[in-house]
């Protein structure tokens, strides 16, 4: 084999190495390919998701600001509770004192 024959024979191996490759790049991106249709769904799913998180974000804020509200609403039903059962205390106290007043003066 002398020289011309054997850049003639590497010539075609790399032309043929090349087209092989090309052909695999091709059918690679013809079977990869997404479609429009397919990247328009996905696009909705992602607003979908969005608006999902959205509305769950503004839950957790309107759960937290409720659970505040009745926290805040249990502590004042709590300290009036504790305001009347005082205000009972003092009363059946002054009314046993009544009694034990009305008593002695009755045994007189």
């Given at each position: 084999?002398?020289?011309t024959?054997f850049?003639?024979a590497t010539?075609?191996i790399l032309f043929?190495?090349?087209c092989m ?10 079977f990869?390919?997404?479609s429009?249709?397919d ?8 607003q979908e998701l969005?608006d999902?998180?959205?509305?769950r974000d503004?839950?957790?804020t ?31 106290q ?15």
């Open positions: 084999m002398n020289r024959e850049v003639v010539a075609i043929v190495a090349f490759g090309w052909f695999a790049n091709w059918l690679l991106h013809r990869t390919r997404v429009k249709a990247v328009d769904q996905l696009e909705l799913m992602s969005h999902a998180e959205e509305t503004q839950a957790i309107y759960l937290q600001q409720r659970e505040a509200e009745l926290t805040n609403q249990l502590a004042q039903a709590e300290a009036e509770l504790g305001a009347a059962m005082e205000g009972l205390r003092d009363a059946r002054e009314a046993e004192e009544l009694r034990s007043y009305v008593e002695r003066i009755n045994q007189d």
